[in-house]
């Protein structure tokens, strides 16, 4: 993030917190920080910290345990299940597919910020499996031959 749009972001944090009543509702004060900065990068969270005069480790716990962001997604965020009934049913190979036709590896964005790419654990879906989501919205029963199409259909949006 450049220093200009990172210093405006800031400012405008700044304003939330000085316009907040409870600066120790520290998880509603995270989430806001997400909302303005698009992540809770490291320099983020250590502004946070520096802001509520609060430790590192807090923000940390806070980020963790709400799967808050920690790096910038893309528009199009694609989570491929690797639990272990979708990688014995093809996680693994889906999610090669993925890195192949989008060109980025899993935990890395697109360079027009359209896609990304994570790998998670089991999102209880094993009936169906192997899913992947893209934005929520899930897609099951795939096969490595269904991800072109899947891919072009966010595409063209």
Wanted: hydrophobic share 30%; with cysteine.
């Amino acid at each position: 993030m450049c220093h200009r749009k990172l210093a405006k972001k800031r400012k405008e944090f700044d304003t939330y917190i000085d316009s907040i009543e409870d600066k120790e509702d520290y998880l509603a004060i995270t989430i806001k920080a997400q909302q303005i900065f698009g992540c809770l990068s490291k320099e983020v969270q250590n502004y946070i910290c520096e802001k509520l005069d609060i430790p590192e480790a807090k923000v940390r716990g806070i980020i963790k345990y709400n799967s808050l962001k920690e790096e910038p997604k893309g528009r199009f965020h694609i989570s491929v299940c690797l639990g272990t009934t979708c990688k014995l049913k093809g996680g693994p190979e889906i999610l090669s597919e993925l890195e192949n036709l989008l060109n980025i590896r899993e935990g890395e964005m697109t360079n027009d910020e359209r896609f990304s790419i994570e790998a998670t654990k089991c999102t209880g879906a094993c009936i169906i499996a192997p899913v992947i989501s893209i934005n929520g919205k899930m897609y099951s029963d795939i096969k490595k031959e269904d991800v072109k199409y899947i891919i072009d259909e966010y595409r063209r949006l």
